[in-house]
């Protein structure tokens, strides 16, 4: 036992003294440099010693300050691959006011969305699940790029911001600037889906329809129309110059070609229907609009007795007496009080009495269309004949309704254009060189390197100069390890 | 000898010669090492793989986004047992078109196996439309006139100095396709030039498949091309940062028209691929090859 442990004993300082003795061989030429200048500059300052030291020892510093940085440069070029920044800016009008398009709230944090997120990588055709889009979320950094917008004094909202994009490393054939790219897609999709103006009207299919009754498609083609004319006026109002070049088709001439399917088509499809009485199920339909017509009835007569109780309260009071009635006002502009004529509950229950009149009026005129229409399929055959030019009659507004979609949304999309000159644009930032390789740190990096050098000389002139040879190995060591 | 204050003798310690020569040859080793490495990792590993490279233009021709993948110059390479990798890749971006932009294999080589597998597992995902490059050229014109009905076979819808007109959600495309290179263009009896003279305007989005992106230099201006796809130019073999491609075959040394998405002088926004494939022994440097995907959005 006591035989064992004092061979480890032996094998341990062995060990030691091997390494100690490497170590002095591969130092030994610098610390006989600067114990040679520590002997030749004796009366100098230690400060004054371990500079000259440096000076002297210029070379191999030299060549591992080379080394480092070389390595810290490529280290910092292959960091600054793995994320990317992109300029964001907001063109359009309301953006000033931090509103979308559509005049909602604007939220610049859609961007790091996960609807947002989850877009990209569908785009860039990588499986959710096999990355953390929560993380990829937290990795996206968006900063107002005007300093004013984080004074409180000076509040300004930002139409640019500034989006920093980390690649996470699973994501490997594809680059930090291509991935955001595909962000920003997403973001855009995102926007012009959801905050533009919505143009959900102008999305139609006519094979919606398909079950309904003839003249109910009659209804509501119509009613179509009249939506798509209305938001064509509402985009000539916005601009009536506006013509697309290619088209030469403005939003005026459009709404006038929708107008002119109404009037004609649709109505001369209307008529027939009615005139001639196709339907899928006459008796059933007949039946719903007897029905229909029943319930109207009751609607009517509610909506007379409204009109009759309101007129009866209004004659039990004395028309001299509510003409005029003045009540105390306060003029905030002028801190001052007066007396305002204004409205009384005559007044509204007048009014309302208007009102149920107009509806009862409205409905009654229903009630007898519907009972024209009654009467006149009740009259008709209902020939397979009839059936088929009906279905042509249809087929052939909806070649028209296909026709002009195409138009207005050619135009609309041009228009889009015309007024915003892009809602968002992106301007991507390439950093230099010098940014890749973070030269500012390798600078300091280097500063750093140069201090720690003359601070292990001067520690090792100020301390562990002179001695004992064997001694100085374990004593050279200390700084150096430091 | 020299004395010191104190009046000791200074004892001159021996300066060894070749210190300096010894540190700068180290320096100089170091940095030759790192190229060496970066080159090794260049030949053995990046080229190895591709890269997807996503480019986004604008056309507001068409009614909906469009997503286009560009394969070119594959030159018969795999990237897995019969471009498995390639496949699975082009799969998950969901392409609405797929395009291949000529010398997907190489002349004289009568095995078209790599071309016509990966094809026959592509039309799966999304319609094929390639246009000849310079080997496929060659071998059809000179080495197997059955080719061009061999890749229909396969489910490549090949034009040569022909037009398509396409439909691609709710839009339509004008898909042309040039065959001829930059030396052919001047012959008079040229295919191509007849072909482009006899093109009709269109309001459609007339989209250009061709091999070689040095054409629009000079004889694909002006004709009415919104958006071009080429490659040949295998990104300049060599890519010096700052600098771009060291050489193509068809513009030489330093080359312009190398990858990216270049907007030429009449406004045709030319997308150049840099291929994904080798037909020379010099190998690609700082230029990894590319599967190229491209937006065509309406906004």
Redesign the interface.
């Known amino acids: 036992m006591e035989e064992d442990y004092n061979n480890n004993i032996y094998l341990k300082r062995k060990r030691e003294n091997l390494y100690k003795r490497t170590v002095r061989k591969i130092f030994s030429p610098l610390t006989?440099v600067i114990d040679?200048i520590n002997s030749?500059f004796?009366?100098r300052s230690y400060a004054r010693k371990a500079l000259i030291s440096m000076l002297k020892l210029r070379?191999?510093i030299?060549?591992v300050l080379?080394?480092v940085l070389?390595v810290a440069a490529?280290w910092f070029f292959i960091k600054s691959e793995s994320s990317a920044t992109t300029e964001m800016s907001l063109n359009y009008e309301e953006s000033a006011k931090g509103l979308n398009p559509n005049s909602t709230r604007f939220n610049a944090y859609d961007f790091a969305s996960q609807e947002v997120v989850e877009n990209m990588l569908?785009?860039?055709?990588?499986?959710k699940k096999s990355v953390d889009v929560n993380s990829i979320m937290r990795s996206i950094s968006i900063r107002p790029t005007n300093a004013k917008a984080f004074s409180e004094d000076n509040y300004y909202i930002s139409t640019s911001y500034r989006i920093t994009l980390k690649k996470p490393p699973e994501i490997k054939?594809?680059?930090a600037k291509?991935l955001l790219?595909?962000l920003c897609?997403a973001y855009?999709?995102n926007l012009?889906s959801k905050y533009t103006e919505n143009r959900s009207i102008l999305d139609f299919d006519i094979d919606e329809f398909h079950d309904d009754e003839f003249l109910q498609i009659a209804d509501l083609l119509d009613l179509k129309a009249q939506q798509i004319e209305k938001y064509l006026n509402t985009r000539a109002k916005q601009n009536k110059t506006f013509t697309e070049q290619?088209?030469d088709e403005s939003f005026k001439s459009l709404a006038q070609k929708v107008e002119d399917l109404r009037t004609y088509d649709i109505s001369k499809y209307r008529t027939f229907v009615i005139q001639a009485g196709p339907s899928y199920d006459k008796a059933k339909y007949t039946k719903a609009l007897s029905y229909v017509n029943l319930i109207k009835g009751i609607d009517y007569k509610k909506d007379m007795a409204a009109y009759d109780v309101r007129n009866d309260g209004i004659k039990l009071y004395d028309e001299s007496m509510i003409s005029v009635v003045m009540i105390p006002s306060i003029d905030k502009s002028k801190s001052t009080y007066y007396m305002a004529k204004t409205k009384t509950g005559m007044d509204y229950m007048a009014g309302q009495a208007d009102d149920y009149l107009l509806t009862a009026q409205e409905t009654s005129k229903e009630i007898a269309t519907n009972e024209d229409i009654i009467n006149k399929m009740n009259a008709s055959t209902n020939s397979a004949g009839n059936i088929q030019k009906a279905k042509d009659m249809i087929n052939d507004i909806r070649r028209k309704f296909t026709e002009l979609s195409?138009q207005i949304?050619?135009v609309d999309?041009?228009y889009?254009?015309y007024r915003t000159k892009?809602?968002v644009t992106f301007k991507n930032s390439n950093p230099s060189?010098k940014q890749k390789i973070s030269l500012d740190t390798l600078i300091t990096l280097a500063a750093l390197m140069l201090a720690g050098i003359f601070a292990v000389i001067w520690l090792r002139l100020r301390y562990f100069s002179g001695g004992d040879r064997d001694e100085g190995v374990s004593t050279l060591t200390l700084p150096l390890q430091r | 000898m020299s004395k010191t204050k104190d009046g000791a003798e200074k004892i001159k310690r021996p300066k060894k010669k070749h210190s300096k020569l010894i540190a700068l040859l180290l320096v100089l080793l170091f940095i030759i090492a790192l190229a060496a490495s970066y080159v090794a990792y260049n030949i053995f590993v990046l080229n190895k793989n591709f890269t997807v490279t996503f480019y986004q233009v604008r056309s507001l021709k068409i009614s909906d986004n469009i997503r286009v993948v560009e394969l070119a110059d594959l030159h018969n390479k795999e990237y897995g047992a019969k471009n498995e990798q390639l496949v699975k890749r082009i799969q998950s971006l969901k392409p609405d078109l797929i395009f291949y932009a000529g010398d997907m294999m190489n002349y004289k080589v009568d095995d078209y196996s790599v071309l016509f597998d990966l094809s026959d597992k592509l039309c799966k995902t999304a319609p094929i439309y390639a246009c000849f490059g310079n080997n496929e050229l060659d071998q059809y014109l000179f080495r197997d006139k059955t080719f061009k009905d061999k890749m229909k076979e396969h489910n490549i819808n090949i034009l040569s100095n022909e037009a398509a007109d396409i439909e691609v959600n709710g839009s339509t495309i004008q898909l042309i396709a040039i065959s001829e290179g930059r030396d052919q263009f001047d012959v008079k009896t040229n295919n191509a030039q007849k072909f482009l003279n006899s093109l009709e305007p269109t309001d459609n989005c007339r989209i250009c498949l061709t091999h070689y992106p040095e054409l629009f230099c000079e004889y694909l201006l002006n004709r009415g091309i919104d958006i071009a796809f080429t490659g040949h130019a295998h990104g300049g073999l060599i890519r010096i940062p700052k600098v771009g491609g060291l050489y193509s075959g068809g513009e030489g040394l330093f080359p312009k028209l190398t990858e990216g998405v270049k907007t030429v002088d009449d406004g045709t926004q030319v997308v150049i691929s840099r291929g994904l494939g080798d037909s020379t022994k010099i190998p690609r440097i700082n230029n990894q090859p590319e599967l190229v995907v491209v937006d065509i959005c309406w906004y």
């Not at chain 1, 569908?122 to 499986?127: P, R, W």
């Open positions: 006989n040679g030749d004796a009366d070379t191999p030299l060549v080379v080394l070389t490529g569908a785009y860039a055709g990588i499986d054939d594809m680059s291509d790219s595909l897609k855009k999709d012009y290619e088209s195409k949304e050619l999309k041009a889009v254009k892009d809602y060189i």
